[in-house]
């Protein structure tokens, strides 16, 4: 069965800081990779995804992802966050030719000091 | 468009009783899902749909029922509610395969005493 590991479980950053979130998945096939973030009190919304072409996608609010298959990751990066990023962030992946399922992260929680 | 709605948002229950946690979607959308949130340990899917008349198990199935009777609606029930069942129920859908884009709802709080 697939898996997804983010190792980082809580993140503290100053604003303008850059961030990278670890993402890794144990399946070696073909792979939808998706990123979420669930703001304080709200559902989850579709950051990014990634389902073929170019390696490093761009999603919402200046939030990019770069799949690495070789090293079976899809890394969240922003350059400079904001206090406005505070947020748990998830990482979910699907196999293709498996059941089709999404599997999620555990999460990390980003906390922004202003 | 509403999107996925679920009600109700918040709900305390007492061990034993029963509920049904509604979630209705207005996109058409042929494939619906159910996950519960827990601190550490993200969404954990619980049951699924890919169409009106069809639903199947996730990971973690045990205490609860699904139907789909229109493509519309997808209740989720309790069926004797347990402390171990206190989570955060989303409920989402998705257009096109089971591993697509998934459109979330805002949530069901339950809390089982």
């Known amino acids: 069965a697939q898996s997804v590991s983010q190792h980082n479980h809580h993140v503290i950053l100053s604003e303008a800081a850059s961030l990278e979130l670890g993402c890794n998945y144990s399946?070696?096939?073909?792979?939808?990779l998706f990123w979420y973030v669930q703001y304080p009190g709200q559902h989850l919304q579709l950051l990014l995804k990634y389902f073929s072409g170019d390696p490093l996608v761009k999603g919402i609010k200046g939030f990019e992802a770069e799949f690495i298959k070789s090293k079976f990751s899809f890394n969240l990066r922003k350059p400079s966050v904001q206090w406005s990023d505070t947020a748990e962030y998830f990482c979910a992946v699907n196999d293709l030719f498996g059941n089709e399922k999404l599997t999620f992260g555990t999460g990390t929680r980003l906390t922004i000091i202003p | 468009n509403a999107g996925v709605t679920q009600t109700p948002k918040f709900q305390v229950l007492k061990t034993g009783q029963s509920m049904t946690l509604q979630c209705a979607q207005d996109m058409n959308h042929e494939y619906m899902s159910w996950y519960r949130q827990d601190p550490g340990m993200g969404l954990r899917l619980i049951h699924y749909s890919v169409g009106a008349g069809i639903t199947d198990q996730g990971e973690v199935p045990n205490g609860y029922n699904v139907s789909r009777s229109t493509t519309e609606d997808f209740p989720l029930r309790l069926l004797s509610a347990a402390p171990s069942q206190t989570s955060v129920y989303f409920c989402?859908?998705?257009?096109?395969?089971?591993?697509?884009?998934?459109?979330f709802g805002p949530g069901t709080r339950l809390t089982v005493t």
């Open positions: 989402a859908s998705t257009l096109g395969s089971l591993g697509g884009e998934q459109y």
């Open positions: 399946y070696g096939g073909t792979v939808n």
